[in-house]
C-alpha cells in the first residue's frame, strides 16, 4: 500500500520512458494515472511515445495508441457546415447553435464572422470561446489568408490579427459587390481587395494603401514574395507589390467572371461562366508568357515538382510540363467540379456536380495518370436535381478525408490512403 501511495505521489516527476513502462503495471489504477500524464505532457513528449510505439504490443501497444490519438486530435479533426467531427470515428465533437455569417479555420481553432458583425475564435477540440470581437453594423463575409483574418464591413476592410483577435485597423476600399476568394487575398505583408471600380493593395500590419489598379478587375492572388496577379476586364498582369509598378501584361478574354490559381511558378486563369468556347490559359509568373491554352474554363489547378495538374471544366485532368508546355498524361472527368490534393506519388481527385449530388473520389498515380483506387463515395442524394454542391478533400496522416457540403446537408467520408477503403462515413441534414 505505501508504494502504491508513493507512486501515485511521484507521477508528475517521473520520466516519460517510467510512465510508459507503468501502462504494463499490475494496478489498473497505476495504468490508469500514466496514460493520464502521458496525455497531460502532450505533444513535447511525442518522440518519446512514437519510438515506443515501435515495439510496444499488447495492452501497452493499445494505450499508446490511445494516448497517440488523444495528443493528436488534430490530425483528424475536420470541419464541415457548422460542426467539428472526427473523421476516424465518423463522430461530431461539437457544433455551432447561433446562425453565422461564414467560418474559416486557422491553425487548430475555428474563426466564425456571425450575422451581428461579431467574431469569434473557437477551439475546433471543444469549441472553447478564445476571444471575441464585439459586434458591428453590416458586417459581411470573413476570409483568413497567411493565418490573418479580413473581414469586410459595409465600405470598409478591416485587419483582424487571428492569434489574439485584435482589430489591427480599418480602412475604407471599393468593394465588389460579390465577395469571394478571387477578390480577397492576403499574403507575405499585403493584402489585395478587388472593388467594382478600383482594386487596392494593403499593407496588412497597417491597413496603409499601397497601390490601387483603376478600372474593373475579376479576379487577384497576392505572391509569397509580394508581388500580386491581377486579373482586369481584358488583360491579366503582375504588380510589384511594393508600388504597384507593373512587371508584366497579358491581353485576354473580355468574360464576365474569372477563376485564378497559383500553382508553383504558374498562374492559371479562365473565365467561368461555362459558356461555349471558354478556355484555360497557363502563364509564366516571371515573364507573363502563354505557355498553353486549353479548353474549357478551369476548375482546379495543384503544383506538382515543376509541373502543374489542371481540371477543366471540358471534363479533362492534365499534367503539364510549363517549361514546354506539353501535357504528360491526361484522365477524363465525369462531373463538372473537381478538387485535387497530391501527397508524394498519389494525386486524390475528388469530382462533384455543383447543382446535383453526384460525387466521386479517385486516386491517380502523380507521375503516370494510372487509376490506383476508385472509393465508394456516397454523398446526400436528393429528390431534386438543381441545388447547391461543392466538395474538398483533406489528408489525415493515414486517410484522405472527402468534404461535402450541399443544400442537402454536409457530409464527411474518409477513406484509407493506399486502399481507398472506406474506413468512416458521416452526415447531417442542415
Known sequence: MIVFLCALLTQADQSAQDLIDRLEDESLELRDRAQAELIRRGEAILADLREARKKAQGERAKRLDAILTEILWWERTVWVGRRAVDARKGTVMWELKTEFKSTVVVDRDVVVGYRDGRVERRSLRDGAVLWEVPASDNADELWSSAGFLLQIVGDKVRGIDASSGRVLWTAEVDRSPRVSAQRLHAAAGRAFIVGANESTCLETSSGKKRWSVPG?????????????????????????????????????????????????????????????????????????????????????????????????????????????????????????????????DRLYLAEYEPISCGVAIRCLSSSSGELLWRGEARGIQVDHSKYRHTASLRLLPDAVVLLGDSSGGVYVETFGKTSGQVLTRWRSDH
Open 216 to 344: 474593373e478587375c475579376r479576379a487577384g492572388r497576392v505572391l509569397p514574395d509580394g508581388d500580386v496577379v491581377v486579373v482586369s476586364k481584358d488583360s491579366i498582369g503582375r504588380y510589384a507589390g511594393s508600388d504597384g509598378t507593373r512587371r508584366w501584361s497579358v491581353a485576354c478574354r473580355r468574360d464576365q467572371e474569372w477563376n485564378l490559381w497559383i500553382a508553383g511558378e504558374t498562374a492559371v486563369a479562365g473565365d467561368s461562366r461555362g459558356s461555349d468556347g471558354t478556355e484555360t490559359r497557363l502563364y509564366h509568373l516571371a515573364s507573363g508568357k502563354v505557355l498553353r491554352t486549353i479548353a474549357g474554363y478551369p476548375i482546379a489547378a495543384e503544383a506538382v515538382d515543376s509541373d502543374v495538374f489542371v481540371a477543366t471544366a471540358s471534363r479533362t485532368l492534365l499534367r503539364i510540363a510549363p517549361s514546354s508546355g506539353t501535357g504528360v498524361w491526361s484522365h477524363s472527368l465525369q462531373m463538372e467540379g473537381a478538387a485535387l490534393v497530391r501527397e508524394g
